[in-house]
């Protein structure tokens, strides 16, 4: 199947750990993201990658660290978390720096404990 | 500072009634308009965009009416079905060169009843 596949899809932890989120896309976008959902379900955009290049990158914390291996490969690595970590990430891709629309992967809900 | 402004927060209709989400923006470089929807446990799937080269733009059910000087657009649900019952986003980008990620609005839960 093409898709945007996310792993894991759950993932619960203590406080200070590291921990890290994988996701594939085989789609042959040029561009992948990792989203955060909150509780209240608001969607903001976290990373941007264009072709392993980091293009955007919006104010998270640096204990986040995104990691472009190839083009078809975002990986999201968390260190110390903390409670408010919780949330639900979704890694996107699109071709083309945005044309056409971005195709979501299915979330890996994050509980820190 | 919330780019794209989304109502309502939540929304019940009755069966094969209309459902109306609106939203505005305030960035008049966004050039692209799509509306996703998001079922429980499930990330968010494109239905339908639009460009500001339209005002609007149907497909099947779902319409988006687009108000470029209002910096303003809408999703019309004809005929609503409880399969409609999800969450659903509008969202705004710059696409192309010097493009920007899409930003969302905060979402409006959808409740169809029969």
């Known amino acids: 199947d093409t898709a945007v596949s996310q792993t894991p899809k759950y993932l619960v932890t203590q406080m200070g750990n590291d921990k890290s989120i994988k996701c594939e896309q085989n789609?042959?976008?040029?561009?992948m993201y990792w989203y955060k959902q909150d509780s209240k379900k608001f969607l903001k955009i976290m990373f941007s990658y264009n072709n392993k290049e980091l293009i955007i990158n919006e104010t998270v914390p640096n204990r986040f660290s995104p990691k472009s291996p190839d083009k078809a490969h975002l990986n999201l690595h968390i260190n110390s978390l903390e409670l408010g970590d919780s949330a639900v990430y979704f890694c996107?891709?699109?071709?083309?720096?945005?044309?056409?629309?971005?195709?979501f992967g299915s979330g890996t809900r994050l509980t820190v404990v | 500072q919330q780019q794209v402004k989304q109502s309502p927060q939540s929304l019940i209709v009755q069966k094969g009634g209309i459902s109306i989400i609106n939203c505005a923006y305030e960035n008049t470089a966004f050039d692209y308009f799509p509306w996703y929807q998001q079922f429980p446990g499930k990330g968010p799937a494109l239905l339908i965009a639009?460009?500001?080269?339209?005002s609007e733009k149907k497909e099947g059910r779902f319409t988006i009416s687009f108000n470029k000087s209002a910096k303003q657009f809408s999703l019309h649900i004809m005929d609503s079905q409880p399969g409609d019952s999800a969450t659903y986003f509008c969202a705004a980008s710059k696409e192309g060169s010097g493009n920007t990620p899409l930003v969302f609005g905060k979402g409006t839960r959808l409740s169809v009843i029969a």
């Open positions: 639009i460009r500001p080269d339209v």
């Open positions: 789609l042959g976008h040029d561009t």
């Open positions: 996107a891709s699109t071709r083309q720096r945005g044309l056409y629309g971005y195709t």
